[in-house]
């Protein structure tokens, strides 16, 4: 039994990162069965998912979309809110009751929460009859811990606490056949002191360029239309490799591999460089949409998140971002109600927000995360005061959402076609700069770059006629 250890996951050294390969030997140990995958929070879950399904479906698994009825249960999960945890605990309830049912259930637990020294003492006191759980680090190791499951009828507890390796070669089930993430760097080292990511995700690690830019090349083979590469801190790509390139050279290498769109998240604005800005422009390839998370306005609470920028520094590059990229549209994340902001603070963050004018922002009322410095912090708000802030902050931002979106009203845009929308009988894709629209069109686009004329915008979404194919 491995079990977490926040000192380990949060001790950094200069070694240079392994990289292995995956390598399985373990066949057929699923033939018959089901799996079904829950899986909560970012894109990076979203992308562990895929590579999930691949190597449950290499041992024999099949996909089952009712996890009612599914033989085994895998949630991937998030540690960035509470909400997320809750959410995870949630069905952890509604399992115990049908593994009471169907004792052969198989149930296991993996992604950020499993790095969670709480959480795991949770479930070996109280979730007992969870049959596996294993960490972000090892998720290459599940067929051997499944294997384990099924042979000796144990309960596997497998969390590495430690800054982590590279493994390359781990099979990926995707779930579009248009648009793929690549990963490109692992972990943090940045340590906001609200963020529980590098204890989860371990430290910064880039993968190689070479490696990086074969996954696209066979994309780019395979009719892919569109990458997203993929990091917390995506700018800070090859400052751990010391082999004399960054996230420029890398956007210049993906670039040259002709995959019609190419984008990237999350960037920290403390390491995003002119280097970068000049690199997008350069090439029609790399879209410009940029997620650029602030946070605060308040340069006192910017400080206590430990952001390493302040509102002044941050509004120098946006406005930079805004002035050589052509039509970039910015997108952001702001937490409200931090320990220590009183209003002042807060006017600061609506007086950013007033400035930049978001074309998206995703919002959130702060959420104490174990073991990280701002659990510390004294936390004098009530939570009613934060909800009221949150509301009033997510009044001025949707009132901008819709005010950039009327802008495109009348202009033709570049849309990846990306199927059929769910509530109207037509086709939804994305355009260049990041924005839904809806439109009429037959589904023999679907996969394409067409050219579609806005007609009218929404503040979440635009629609449109079809212009071109
Ligand atoms: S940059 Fe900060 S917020 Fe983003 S993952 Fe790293 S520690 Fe968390």
């Known amino acids: 039994m491995n079990l977490p250890d926040y000192i380990e996951a949060s001790r950094r050294t200069k070694l ?3 990289i292995e390969y995956y390598n399985n030997d373990i066949k057929n140990i699923g033939l018959g069965k089901t799996y079904h995958i829950k899986t909560y929070g970012c894109q990076m879950n979203e992308h562990d998912t895929e590579n999930l399904k691949a190597m449950l479906e290499e041992l024999g698994f099949t996909y089952n979309d009712n996890y009612l009825t599914s033989d085994l249960v895998l949630l991937n999960t998030c540690s960035i809110r509470e909400n997320a945890h809750n959410k995870a605990f949630g069905m952890l309830g509604r399992l115990k009751h049908l593994k009471e049912e169907n004792p052969n259930l198989i149930v296991g637990l993996c992604g950020c929460m499993a790095q969670e020294e709480g959480v795991v003492s949770e479930i070996l006191n109280k979730y007992k009859w969870v049959n596996f759980v294993f960490g972000t680090h090892n998720i290459h190791r599940l067929p051997y811990i499944i294997n384990e499951v099924l042979n000796n009828n144990t309960n596997e507890i497998e969390v590495f606490s430690k800054e982590g390796n590279i493994i390359e070669g781990i099979p990926v089930k995707r779930d ?3 648009k793929a993430y690549v990963n490109i760097i692992y972990g943090c080292d940045k340590f906001c002191t609200y963020c529980i990511v590098p204890f989860t995700r371990g430290g910064q690690r880039s993968r190689l360029k070479e490696d990086i830019v074969k996954e696209v090349e066979q994309l780019v083979k395979d009719g892919y239309m569109e990458v997203t590469l993929l990091g917390q801190n995506v700018n800070a790509y090859g400052k751990d490799l010391n082999l004399g ?12 591999t002709n995959i019609p769109r190419i984008r990237f998240v999350t960037s920290h604005p403390w390491d995003f460089t002119d280097g970068m800005i000049d690199c997008i422009t350069r090439h029609e390839n790399i879209m410009p949409a940029i997620h650029l ?10 400080k206590m998140m430990g952001r390493k920028y302040t509102k002044e520094e941050y509004l120098t590059l946006f406005n930079k971002m805004k ?3 052509p039509r970039v549209s910015i997108s952001t994340d702001i937490i409200v109600g931090f320990p220590g902001e009183d ?21 959130f009322i702060y959420s104490k995360r174990e073991h990280t410095p701002a659990t510390k912090l004294k936390d004098n708000t009530p939570l009613e005061e934060k909800e ?20 495109l009203v009348g202009t033709l845009v570049p849309v990846l076609v990306e199927g059929i929308s769910d509530k109207k009988n037509e086709l939804y894709g994305y355009t260049d700069t990041n924005k839904l629209i809806n439109f009429k069109g037959n589904d023999d686009i679907i996969g394409k770059i067409v050219t579609v004329k806005v007609t009218s915008a929404k503040t979440w979404s635009l629609d449109g006629e079809l212009y071109d194919k």
């Open 16 to 18: 240079k990162k392994d």
């Open 176 to 178: 579009s056949k248009y």
């Open 245 to 256: 390139y960054g996230m420029e050279k890398l956007l210049e290498e993906v670039s040259k």
């Open 293 to 302: 998370p602030v946070q605060s306005g308040s340069n006192k609470i910017l």
């Open 323 to 325: 002035e050589r990229i």
């Open 343 to 363: 209003r002042e603070d807060f006017n600061e963050t609506i007086d950013l927000v007033n400035k930049c004018k978001f074309d998206n922002a995703f919002t």
């Open 388 to 407: 009221r802030r949150l509301n009033q902050l997510n009044e001025i931002v949707n009132k901008y959402f819709l005010e950039n979106n009327k802008k």
